[in-house]
């Protein structure tokens, strides 16, 4: 890679110079293709910065120039320019209750590289869960590596309580208490030449769905995660809101119902304990792992236990999320995972407690949406989330 003049300036003006190259990338991320006077115009910078900082850009691979722009003006027709970087990847990979998964994403959110394990995780051994998803893991890099393809970072999406440093607090539905994800994959991976962090499912999830899916069409909004457990993801002005630790985002774990049963958790009537896919199979009179798909089907048919259930679930739904649209008042709901697949069902119970329970909602309704993004939603989050550094600080491909 040529060194850049600027690299030799001094540190302040090298700084500033840094950042505006990630203005200019994530501007063209945010809003497609634009010429350069477009990007002037837009950022705030002038012509003969964006020129240069687009020429850099090019030079890295992370743009590229497309076909003419036609104006219908006399003179060389502006080239817009889109996103590339068609050679750095993002990896994701996601630890579920009942699944393996991994992902990896280049920065126009083409995939490179998927692979996806049904397994039962429940109470198993942490490092043998963790070799395996090791093992996927070296795989894909393998595989990335093959075509030349560079990863950039990777970020693992987990069921629980995850801490900055990667470690998994606690995650009730695995039974795990204080691993160090982040540590001993990279251990298994042999100290990849790349960031390895991890963060909760349902806050990669809501990222996905801002980046990529429902959430684009709000700014604030709270993502409602249903896999085997509840969580959440709450984007703030279109930020993550993480809370003062990172631990933000629990709904499940909220009370509900106080003489209730004991969740998993320890706590009694958490609004898990109502609307879990476990608690939902079990009422409707189907086994355990019937999953999903077999209730909707109940459902779809006519089963009046399977319909009663799932519209008493939505009532639960709503009352959780009622709360935090008090709280938070946020001008959507996006409904992912089992949730959205149960939509039908659940939506009419779940919006008549938002507007009884909303004290807003009679000049602030809260508009509810359900996921496009399915069950892939946290790993395509997670894919995404390892390449934020690259938007952030576009130089660093300098060093792949």
Not at 191 to 205: D, I
Request: proline share 4%; hydrophobic share 45%; with cysteine.
């Amino acid at each position: 890679m040529t060194t850049h003049d600027f690299r030799r300036a001094p540190a302040n003006q090298r700084s500033v110079r840094r950042h505006n190259l990630g203005v200019v990338l994530r501007h063209v991320a945010e809003h497609g293709a634009r010429s350069r006077a477009a990007i002037a115009l837009e950022t705030g910078l002038n012509k003969t910065t964006v020129s240069s900082l687009v020429g850099e850009l090019l030079e890295f691979g992370l743009v590229r120039e497309t076909e003419a722009e036609l104006r219908g003006t006399v003179g060389r027709p502006a080239l817009p320019v889109e996103l590339g970087g068609r050679r750095v990847v993002g990896l994701g990979l996601e630890l579920g209750v009942d699944f393996l998964a991994v992902r990896a994403a280049d920065l126009a959110g083409h995939e490179r590289h998927r692979a996806h394990v049904a397994v039962d995780n429940r109470g198993r051994a942490a490092g043998d869960v963790l070799g395996e998803l090791g093992d996927l893991a070296a795989a894909a890099l393998g595989a990335l590596a093959e075509r030349d393809l560079v990863t950039a970072g990777a970020v693992v999406a987990l069921p629980g309580l995850v801490d900055s440093t990667g470690r998994l607090l606690v995650a009730p539905n695995l039974g795990w208490t204080g691993v160090a994800v982040s540590e001993r994959l990279g251990a298994r991976l042999g100290g990849p030449p790349f960031p390895l962090s991890a963060e909760n499912e349902a806050n990669l999830a809501a990222l996905a769905e801002l980046w990529e899916g429902a959430g684009r069409r709000f700014r604030d909004f709270i993502y409602v995660s249903g896999e085997l457990g509840v969580g959440a993801g709450i984007i703030v002005g279109g930020e993550l809101f993480r809370g003062a630790h990172g631990f933000g985002g629990e709904l499940g774990h909220t009370t509900v119902d106080p003489e209730g049963e004991v969740c998993a958790c320890g706590n009694r009537g958490c609004l898990e304990t109502r609307v879990a896919l476990g608690a939902l199979l079990r009422a409707a009179g189907l086994e355990p792992g019937a999953g999903v798909a077999r209730l909707a089907e109940r459902a779809e048919a006519g089963d009046e236990r399977a319909l009663s259930v799932l519209g008493e679930a939505g009532h639960w739904l709503g009352m959780g999320v009622a709360s935090a649209a008090n709280l938070l008042n946020p001008r959507g709901i996006v409904v992912g995972g089992y949730f959205a697949t149960l939509a039908p069902w659940l939506l009419p119970g779940l919006e008549e407690e938002l507007t009884a329970r909303v004290l807003s909602s009679e000049w602030d309704a809260t508009g509810v949406v359900i996921s496009e993004l399915g069950a892939e939603a946290a790993v395509r989050g997670a894919s995404g989330f390892a390449l934020r550094r690259v938007f952030a600080d576009p130089e660093i491909v300098a060093e792949f």
